[in-house]
């Protein structure tokens, strides 16, 4: 899957902006549930849940790199931020031209199980607000 763990050509700054794939199974009636965002404590930062990084890559081609069907959402980075989570830039090379684009969420993995359940409620939360192409099934 991704690449290196650090992209050097790659910096996020605190006013950019994230797009997350959204697996039609986590989409019911216009409302996002839990598993978008599934936090494992065991998760390495290559398994932390992905991400596209906005400036550097336009929302047509990062969902051309989602599943048939899936949707796009947008968040600030200012969320994951808020909740004391990384956002780690990781060149994944099946993107091509746009491997830089892509990031990983990370920093959940030291947190207690109820945290980790209140950040993906957080991050889910967040996304919700802002859903670019609606998933189908």
Do not use: C
């Not at 992209?7 to 039609?24: E, F, H, K, Q």
């Amino acid at each position: 899957m991704a690449g290196e763990i650090a992209s050097p050509a790659v910096t996020v700054s605190s006013t950019d902006s994230l797009y997350r794939g959204i697996n039609p199974l986590f989409y019911d009636q216009g409302q996002l549930m839990s598993g978008v965002f599934f936090l494992k404590k065991k998760d390495t930062t290559e398994e932390g849940p992905s991400v596209g990084i906005t400036r550097l890559i336009p929302l047509t081609n990062f969902q051309s790199y989602m599943g048939a069907g899936w949707g796009v959402g947008e968040l600030a980075i200012s969320v994951p931020h808020s909740l004391s989570l990384t956002v780690h830039p990781l060149s994944e090379p099946a993107w091509g031209v746009h491997a830089d684009a892509h990031a990983v969420i990370t920093g959940y993995q030291t947190l207690t199980n109820t945290k980790r359940t209140d950040v993906a409620r957080a991050l889910r939360n967040a996304l919700q607000k802002k859903i670019l192409v609606k998933p189908t099934k």
